[in-house]
């Protein structure tokens, strides 16, 4: 198709799809004589993958590349585009604040003990974890071990969930697109759902 | 104090914690003749829930005086001081799409049916949710209502997690500032978990 095509079905402007192109994130159409170039449909998903993670994901340029690039591998397993993923969608989310304490993140390997978890070993949400309840604590409210506990519980649903739909893919390459795509998106489903059951559970426990 | 023992105290440089005070974010301290000006407690403490907010939350400096100003008023229930953190706090995770579709915001308000949460109203969850549903939607990934529920599922335990660490405090003031807090800080608790479990369900069903 044309980039007019393209354009159309996708809702981004040609302008757009131009800067995408030049920027790295979206390969090059086909010159076909004169100054013609054509796009496939893979241009077109590819786009669809862009557009979600800047504008529903709020990732930067720069990250989308490195998260596309992860996804590009030939034969990359989910495992890895999932490190990936979460490498280049963590990033901007790591709290500029000091390295987590030694004893916070002892905190957190106990939260994973007592869920019964394999070890995640040097996965970027346990730095991540570690400063928020450095931070908490530093706030002048320590986090009780229940409330890890729970939040940990809820990881755990996300994750089940989050894999089960990946898992049922034919695709290894359609797999990999969506453990980019989950990552990015399912954060920002959680935050909206947790913003509406603390609204439910406030009303419930008549904290008005 | 004087603000050198201020910002020794709360790791905090003058210049930063004069910043603030420009801003609105910190009450000003107390002249006390010549050019001597003492602080109190309560700007030890308010200094901290602003570097959570700022280096933690990722909030921007006008997003923080929204939610200071909401910590502020006189009397302000729980709920008021959830729905005004929320608010503030919300606002950065809109995501920069077109308003959610009708479709979207249905299966928001079916997912809230099958889980017998009360009716959320006009809560700033919904939209974002919705818009989140709409993304997958148009990355070529429609959400199953199972994944839905296992978020909402998810989210519930955070809430209940939330409300019961809120609910044991003695005093209406620390009660908004924690609801403030965790507001903030639970986002980023959740995202760091939600990685790690990703991790340990990917290990567990050798999807390497």
Chains 1, 2 share one sequence.
Request: hydrophobic share 45%; aromatic share 4%.
């Amino acid at each position: 198709m044309l980039i007019s095509e393209l354009s159309e079905r996708t809702g981004t402007p040609s302008a757009t799809i131009k800067y995408y192109v030049r920027e790295g994130l979206l390969p090059a159409g086909e010159r076909v004589g004169g100054n013609r170039t054509i796009y496939g449909e893979e241009h077109a998903r590819r786009l669809k993958l862009i557009r979600a993670m800047l504008e529903v994901g709020k990732l930067s340029v720069a990250a989308v590349r490195t998260v596309l690039e992860a996804l590009d591998e030939p034969g990359a397993p989910v495992a890895h585009a999932f490190d990936a993923a979460q490498q280049a969608v963590s990033r901007s989310a790591v709290p500029d604040v000091a390295p987590p304490s030694p004893s916070a993140l002892e905190r957190v390997d106990a939260v994973v003990d007592r869920a019964g978890w394999a070890d995640c070993g040097d996965n970027i949400g346990r730095g991540i974890a570690a400063q928020v309840i450095d931070a908490f604590d530093n706030a002048g409210f320590p986090l009780p071990d229940d409330y890890l506990d729970s939040y940990a519980a809820a990881a755990r649903l996300q994750a089940e969930a989050d894999l089960t739909t990946v898992g049922v893919l034919p695709d290894p390459a359609r797999m990999t697109e969506l453990v980019v795509v989950g990552t990015v998106l399912g954060d920002t489903l959680a935050l909206g759902l947790r913003r509406m059951a603390q609204a439910v559970v406030t009303s419930e426990r008549s904290m008005q």
